[in-house]
């Protein structure tokens, strides 16, 4: 526990904002990073803005908070990744042999991946999967009370791209259901879109991954901490087509955040402080929790959600998030941490 964490219970409370990258399994390292942050009395969570896996782990913390404080939220994050991992133990998706013997935690060597990999490149979900079947549907309506959602005290900001403008839609508690989640996680060559309200959508990471506008405009806290789960940054030029679909899949994902980040960063240094939405914008202080691991796992390691890969990544989560408190934890409140400037010279 770092020093700060030490002295929490005299602290006093400081509101925040959590902003969730979504990424598949990769999502397991948010888990690590919330479990970590619910254990600090001092942090209040006031909303938080999730996507795809962000999104997922948004409404499960939201709806274990409202059952039963900081504990109950723990819980509920522990009992939905598990349910995970056990449906994916009945997955044909699993890692080879060779990959299990020298502790890969990548599907390309296996079979049944590289099989499914093709037939998506081939063929519509609209074929590949007539019913629609999608297993984290069973998995959400025993993880997520949406009904007592509703009344919960952490705003929730959930987005979806829509199929037929390009543009996010942002979902609130009351709007929020399995479909609606399924919808921010729909990757379009895996499986259908989701109709919510006679609209289509697909993964709301092609809009906003996730979307900062909500939590500047509807939030009290002046406080946001990104979990980020995309890499932004990779020295190696991608070669495999696999690799170099991967890559455009990280920076179309990465680009509408990087846009609103831009756009908070100029807006300091030109807003009329204490007057109009820009200087709201330009009085948000941003956190940044990530790792340099998660990129060396690559993009097929997102559809493995072995317990022990899933428990490995929260614990990569949790170890980010006690860093970032014994850094950073008296910043809080106080000053932004992350560098939003250096996206001014990338103009």
């Not at 390292?29 to 006031?46: A, K, M, N, Q």
């Not at 020298?102 to 049944?112: D, I, K």
């Not at 940044?288 to 690559?298: H, Q, S, Y």
Request: charged fraction near 20%; proline fraction near 5%; include cysteine.
């Amino acid at each position: 526990m770092s020093q700060e964490s030490g002295h929490a219970t005299t602290r006093p409370p400081v509101l925040i904002d959590l902003a969730l990258q979504g990424g598949g399994s990769h999502g397991a390292f948010t888990w690590g990073v919330l479990d970590r942050l619910l254990e600090e009395p001092w942090l209040r969570i006031e909303a938080i803005s999730g996507t795809s896996a962000g999104a997922m782990n948004a409404a499960v913390l939201a709806d274990g908070w409202t059952a039963g404080g900081a504990a109950g939220a723990r819980a509920a994050l522990d009992a939905y990744w598990r349910r995970v991992s056990r449906a994916a133990a009945f997955s044909p998706l699993q890692r080879s042999p060779v990959d299990r013997l020298f502790g890969r935690w990548s599907l390309e060597n296996s079979p049944a991946y590289l099989a499914f990999d093709l037939m998506t490149r081939l063929f519509s979900p609209y074929h590949l999967n007539p019913l629609d079947l999608n297993p984290l549907r069973g998995i959400l309506a025993e993880s997520i009370d949406f009904d007592r959602l509703i009344r919960s005290p952490i705003k929730l900001f959930v987005t979806a791209t829509s199929v037929r403008t390009g543009r996010g839609r942002i979902f609130r508690n009351a709007e929020i259901s399995a479909d609606v989640l399924l919808a921010s996680a729909c990757l379009p060559t895996m499986f259908q879109a989701v109709e919510i309200e006679g609209e289509y959508y697909w993964d709301g990471g092609y809009a906003g991954n996730p979307t900062i506008t909500p939590l500047v405009r509807e939030s009290d806290a002046h406080d946001t901490i990104l979990v980020q789960i995309n890499p932004r940054e990779r020295t190696d030029v991608p070669r495999t087509a696999h690799d170099v679909l991967n890559r455009l899949n990280e920076i179309s994902f990465n680009s509408p955040l990087m846009k609103e980040l831009r756009m908070i960063a100029l807006l300091r240094q030109v807003a009329d402080p204490g007057h109009g939405e820009g200087a709201r914008w330009a009085e948000m202080r941003i956190h940044r929790i990530w790792t340099d691991k998660l990129a060396v796992f690559g993009a097929s390691s997102k559809l493995n959600a072995e317990w022990a890969f899933v428990s490995m990544l929260k614990d990569v989560g949790r170890r980010s998030a006690d860093q970032f408190l014994d850094h950073h934890a008296a910043d809080v409140g106080t000053r932004s941490t992350a560098d939003l400037d250096i996206l001014l010279q990338e103009c």
